[in-house]
């Protein structure tokens, strides 16, 4: 089974960065994206970003120009750039892998880590 750490999340000002890392314990065979989510209690889980093995990124339209997800395929790693931050980004992050395997699609999760944006 894989699984995956997150590390990064903490508190931060209006206006500041973070940096959150996702580590994989293993390659993932069937490897389709990663992404990363995010969650407010009450709510819904959200797509903040995603990259898929080609490189290609996409992103929730209000983190557009000021987040950057990128990967570290020989560490086996996740990142996220945030900049710019805004109370709204306020969330637990989720790493997220996506693998597909003959159709079939199955996900992995980390534990998530806490992001709280605050004066």
């Known amino acids: 089974q894989v699984q995956l750490m997150e590390s990064g999340g903490g508190l931060v000002q209006p206006g500041g960065s973070l940096r959150l890392s996702c580590i994989a314990s293993?390659?993932?065979?069937?490897?389709?994206?990663m992404a990363w989510y995010r969650q407010v209690p009450g709510k819904q889980r959200e797509l903040v970003a995603s990259?898929?093995?080609?490189?290609?990124?996409s992103y929730l339209d209000s983190v557009k120009g000021r987040f950057t997800i990128s990967r570290d395929r020989t560490k086996l790693a996740l990142y996220l750039q945030m900049n710019s931050l805004k109370p709204d980004d306020t969330a637990v992050y989720y790493c997220?892998?996506?693998?597909?395997?003959?159709?079939?699609?199955?996900?992995?999760w980390g534990q998530g880590t806490q992001v709280t944006v605050s004066s």
């Open positions: 997220n892998a996506e693998r597909q395997i003959l159709g079939d699609r199955s996900d992995f």
């Open positions: 293993r390659s993932i065979f069937g490897l389709k994206a």
């Open positions: 990259i898929t093995t080609g490189g290609t990124t």
